[in-house]
C-alpha cells in the first residue's frame, strides 16, 4: 500500500500581483515553506522548498529583495539542491502603467547542472490591464548571464552571454474566490544560438475566508545549453495579513 503524505505551510504578505499597495501598505513580508514525502514499498522520496521576501515601497520605486531553496531526495540520490537570490527594483514616473525595472540574480542549481550564475540587467514594463480583479503585464529587457555551468558529468564550462528577457504575468480573481496568477520568462541569448533559458509557474487558489485560502503551484524550468529541466508541483494551504 502507497503512503502519502503532503504538507504545505505558506504565510504570506501578497506580493504585487496579489494586490495593490495603499498609502498605508508600504512593506510586506512574504514566507513560503512547503514539503513532500512520498513513501511506497520500493522506496521514498521528499521534497522541501523554502522562499522569503521582503518588499518596500516609496512614492516612485518599489524594491524587493529574496531567496528561495528548493532540497529534494528519491530513494537517497539527491534530486534537488537549487537556490537563488535576488534583487530587483520598479522605477515609477506620472504613469503608473508603464515603468523600468532592474534586476540582479545569483543562482546555483543541482537539478539545472548549474554551478554559479549571476543575472543582471534592465529594461521596461507595461500594465496592459492592472484591476483589482485582474492584472497582465508583459515586459522586456537585455540581462548580462555570467554562468558556471555542468555540461554533464565530466564537462564544466564557464562562459558569458547577453539575454533578450521578455516576461509576461497575469493575475485574475473571479468572484473573490478564485484566484489564478503566474508569469512565463523567454530569455534567448543573442549571440548563442540555441541558447535559451525558459521559466514559467502558474497557481490556483481557492479562498476559504478573509485569510485562508487553498492553493496549488506548477513551476517549470528549462536551461537548454545544459539541455536540463525540472517540474515543481505544490499544493496546500495559503496563510495571508495585510499590515
Known amino acids: 500500500m502507497h503512503k502519502f503524505l503532503s504538507l504545505l505551510l505558506l504565510i504570506s504578505i501578497p506580493s504585487p500581483l496579489s494586490a495593490q499597495f495603499n498609502d498605508s501598505t508600504q512593506y510586506h513580508a512574504l514566507f513560503n515553506s512547503t514539503g513532500s514525502i512520498n513513501r511506497a514499498k520500493d522506496g521514498s522520496s521528499y521534497l522541501l522548498n523554502n522562499q522569503v ?16 531553496w528548493a532540497y529534494g531526495k528519491s530513494n537517497s540520490t539527491l534530486t534537488n539542491n537549487d537556490f537563488s537570490s535576488s534583487l530587483d527594483f520598479n522605477l515609477y514616473g506620472k504613469r503608473r502603467d508603464f515603468y523600468y525595472w532592474g534586476l540582479a540574480t545569483y543562482n546555483t542549481s543541482y537539478s539545472l547542472r548549474i554551478n554559479n550564475q549571476l543575472l543582471a540587467g534592465a529594461g521596461v514594463a507595461y500594465s496592459i490591464v492592472d484591476r483589482p480583479n485582474a492584472y497582465l503585464n508583459i515586459s522586456d529587457g537585455i540581462l548580462y548571464d555570467l554562468s558556471d555551468l555542468h555540461l554533464n558529468d565530466t564537462t564544466r564550462v564557464n562562459y558569458h552571454t547577453y539575454r533578450n528577457s521578455l516576461r509576461l504575468q497575469f493575475r485574475f480573481i473571479v468572484k473573490k474566490l478564485l484566484t489564478m496568477d503566474g508569469g512565463t520568462f523567454w530569455q534567448p541569448s ?15 487558489g481557492f479562498k476559504l475566508n478573509s485569510w485562508l485560502s487553498l492553493n496549488s503551484s506548477l513551476a517549470y524550468n528549462r536551461i537548454e545549453v545544459t539541455d536540463s529541466e525540472n517540474l515543481l508541483l505544490t499544493y496546500g494551504l495559503k496563510l495571508e495579513r495585510w499590515f
Open 53 to 68: 521576501r521582503f518588499e518596500m515601497k516609496k512614492k516612485k520605486i518599489l524594491l524587493n529583495f529574496g531567496n528561495s
Open 190 to 204: 543573442l549571440t548563442r544560438k540555441r541558447d535559451y533559458n525558459l521559466r514559467s509557474t502558474f497557481n490556483l
